[in-house]
């Protein structure tokens, strides 16, 4: 994927990047696609609620989460800048969702409804390539994440979290990572002290 450093991410280059998009087709997203701003703790769907859009990340952060049967938020997905967030079994089923999409940091998405993506389905090859991409990679780590907490230890999992998303202790609650690695918050607390114990003694070294 395109690195956008200190600027906003651009949907049609992290598109464009997978494949070269005919010039019909980037003009239709820039004419199509909305451009929106939503505050910190934005609720963008919620269970019994249809996603009608997919979501690009130009700026902030945001998390996907479920409420078990005992009342505890659960959370399933977080996204950042130059990626997409979407409620995968709603949107493509159009059916009413079963989890919440939160914004966690201000942000600005650019977006495009299910109408308009199957309409460039049927009129360019490209986007069917590109759509059969993206929904292999979000599938893939899909998987992966379900593999990851039937199979690695908390404090891998931590790690494999923080590889993703650097600065994710800056863009959350301590509650919200603690639910993604399906850990309780104390074991949380233990797994950060220790890292920064081995840190200090690094240091010394």
Known sequence: MPQFNDREADLLETLSFIIPLPTPMQNRVKAESLIETFERKKLLLSPGETARRVYFVR???????????????????????????????????????NEYIEV?????????????LNAYYADFREANLVGRLITQR???LSEE????????????RYDLLLRNHPEIEQQTTQQNIASFLN???????????K???????????
């Open 104 to 116: 966690l940091q201000d942000c600005k998405l650019q977006s495009i409804s299910w109408l308009e």
């Open 59 to 97: 700026s902030g952060f945001l998390r996907a989460y479920f409420i078990d049967d005992s009342g505890n938020e659960c959370t399933t997905w977080f996204t950042g800048k130059g990626d997409l967030m979407i409620s995968i079994s709603s949107f493509f089923t159009q059916q009413p969702a």
């Open 145 to 156: 994440r379900a593999i990851l907490l039937r199979t690695r230890s908390p404090e891998q």
């Open 195 to 205: 890292k920064i114990r081995m840190c200090h003694q690094t240091q010394k070294h």
């Open 138 to 140: 979000y599938f893939t």
């Open 183 to 193: 850990i309780s918050r104390e074991t949380l607390s233990r797994i950060r002290r």
